[in-house]
C-alpha cells in the first residue's frame, strides 16, 4: 500500500503534467491574445528597426570625414589677399588639375563631385566639404592641405603615379582656395 503511493503519485503527477502542458497549448493561442498589446509593438519595433538599420549603418562611414575633423593648422597658408574669387575664374582650374579625375564623371569618389560649383558646394556622402566663409572648417581645402593625417588629397599614391598624376595643391593655390571659401565661395 504504502509502496504504491509514490506509483500513484507519479503517476497522477504525470497526469497532471500532461493536463498542464496540454492545457498550456490550448492556451498557447489565447495568451498572445491577452498580451496583444505588447505583442505588435516588438514586431513593430523590429519592423522599423530593419530600414533603419541602413541609416544606423551610413552614419559611421560618414564620421571619419565629417567637419569636425582633427587638422593641423599649420600645413593650412593663410588665405590669399586676392579679390574677388570665383569658381569658374580661379578655382575650377585648380580642381581640374588635381581632383576632377576622381571627384566628377559619373560616379564622384565619397559622392563629391568637384566639376561645378554647385555640385562642390553641395559635398559628398550627404554632408558639406565647403563650409561658406569658413575656409579652416571645409574639408576640402584641410585635405587638400594635407592637414588631416590619412586624407591628404589628392591621395599621396596619385601624385606620383606614371600616367596622369594629379599634383598636390601649391601654398598659392591653397591660399587662394581658402581665400575664396572665405570670401563665400562664389
Ligand atoms: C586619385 C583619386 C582622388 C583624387 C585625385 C582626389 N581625391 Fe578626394 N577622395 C578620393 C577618395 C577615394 C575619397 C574617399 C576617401 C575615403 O572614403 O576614405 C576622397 C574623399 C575626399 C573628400 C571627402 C568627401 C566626403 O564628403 O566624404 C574630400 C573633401 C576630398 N576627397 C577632396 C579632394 C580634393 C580637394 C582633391 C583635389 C585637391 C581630391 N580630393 C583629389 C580620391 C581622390
Redesign the pocket.
Known sequence: MHKKLPLLLTGSLAGVAILISSLSAADAPAAPASTSTPAPAPAAASASAAPAAPAASSAPAMA??APAVKADMSKVPAASDKKDLTFDKDIAPI?KA??V???GGARP????D?STKDTALK???G?S?IVAGHGDQS??LL??ADAVTK?E???LS?RTRATNP?PA?TKDQLADLRAWIDQGAK
Open positions: 571619419p570625414s580642381f588635381s581632383c579625375g576622381c571627384h569618389r565619397s559622392g563629391l568637384l559635398g559628398g556622402r554632408k566639404d574639408n576640402v585635405f587638400a586624407s588629397m589628392p591621395p596619385a594629379e595643391l
